[in-house]
């Protein structure tokens, strides 16, 4: 990895800056992509990009950026994005910033305060190596303000059509995904949540793995193929929709049921019984269990310490099953009539056994 510190001029910076949309951002002559695919949206608000230029009209000095160069010699920011499009946006006359008791736009300042502007060096690190020395170096410099997310260090990797086409999709907070899928994930689209969700679920976990297999591709339509299929299969399966169904890990669900016949009807009714069920704690779990049968996703109540040391002093310590005598700690409370047969986490129905047995008798 080669890292080498340049001094760029203001002047030089906002040479050739544009502001493209949704298709880009670019300065530095043309050669700078300001926002490249794995950045975010510019969310510096207003006071903050007024610091930003008051730093450069005092002289002082700003935090340094990084860019990383691509193999045609052009360049894309890894860090210093919110900087640079302030920056620029002052130099365009897109807002001002007080200056001398008024609120002044660049081209109405004095000769000489535009030229002490534009005269002001950044101080940028130039990086340049393979894929993974890149990832190795975004995660270890020491990005001022708000760090990139591991989706976004992977988009930093990964960037090319493919992603492009990705982020269109999953990464805007009015987008298709989000317009399609908001109720059922959680996070933010913008900080690509949304993304980092599919590509968890549809790569079995592995997303490195998956996005460098793809990032040759033309177009995302596979992901987002998926993901249209993992929505319809919910909203097909669970016929009404409970708030608790956001943040639910859809997609591996979806791969091992999504071929099997399921009484929806039947489904409803679990759901609304056990959504009554006081015992039950976690109502997010409930879907999982509906379809595993596995209890540990219904976090169920569990007895209290006072309740099983008053039941642990009754039975002298012994355990029901093997009858041996064992130290409280030992030992563990279990339901004498089981929760799925309608036994209530109650002190008459508890029962004190030795790990080895109660582990044995609930097949943990």
């Known amino acids: 990895m080669d890292i080498v510190l340049h001094k760029i001029t203001v002047r030089e910076l906002t040479a050739g800056y544009q502001d493209k949309g949704d298709d880009g951002v670019v300065a530095y002559g043309g050669k700078l992509d300001v926002r490249p695919p794995f950045q975010r949206e510019f969310v ?3 006071k903050q990009r007024e610091l930003v230029i008051d730093t450069l009209m005092k002289g002082h000095p700003l935090n340094i950026m990084y860019w990383a160069v691509r193999e045609d010699g052009t360049y894309e920011i890894i860090d210093g994005q919110q900087r640079t499009i302030s920056i620029c946006q002052y130099v365009a006359d897109d807002f001002s910033v007080k200056t001398r ?3 002044l736009n660049f081209s109405v300042l004095q000769d000489d305060e535009q030229q002490k502007i534009l005269d002001y060096e950044l101080l940028v690190y130039f990086c ?3 894929p993974s020395e890149k990832l ?7 990005i001022a303000g708000e760090t990139l997310n591991r989706q976004e260090l992977l988009n930093a990797t990964f960037a090319g059509a493919w992603l492009s086409d990705a982020k269109r999709y999953f990464s805007k907070s009015s987008g298709p995904a989000y317009n399609r899928g908001h109720n059922l994930l959680s996070g933010s689209a913008n900080r690509q949540d949304y993304l980092a969700t599919i590509l968890r679920w549809i790569s079995g976990g592995d997303i490195e793995r998956y996005m460098n297999k793809h990032q040759g591709d033309p177009n995302a339509n596979a992901l987002k193929q998926y993901f249209e299929a993992v929505i319809s299969w919910v909203n097909n399966t669970f016929k009404v929709y409970r708030s608790s169904m956001k943040g ?3 997609g591996p669900l979806y791969d091992q049921y999504k071929d099997i016949v399921l009484d929806t009807d039947a489904i409803e009714q679990q759901i609304s019984d056990l959504v009554e069920d006081g015992e039950v704690k976690s109502e997010k779990g409930i879907y999982h269990y509906i379809l595993t049968g596995d209890e540990r996703y219904l976090d169920l109540r569990a007895f209290d310490v006072k309740t099983k040391r008053k039941k642990y002093q009754e039975q002298g310590g012994i ?3 093997c009858q041996q005598h064992f130290d409280f700690s030992e030992m ?3 339901h004498v009539i089981p929760w799925k047969d309608g036994g209530k986490t109650e002190e008459d129905n508890l029962m004190m056994l030795c790990k080895k047995d109660n582990r044995m008798k609930s097949g943990k």
């Open 44 to 46: 510096y608000n207003d």
């Open 332 to 334: 563990e409370g279990d």
């Open 136 to 142: 190795e170096w975004f995660e270890t410099i020491n």
């Open 128 to 130: 340049e190596g393979s």
């Open 101 to 103: 008791g008024s609120m």
């Open 248 to 250: 639910v890990e859809w």
């Open 319 to 321: 355990c029901p099953v």
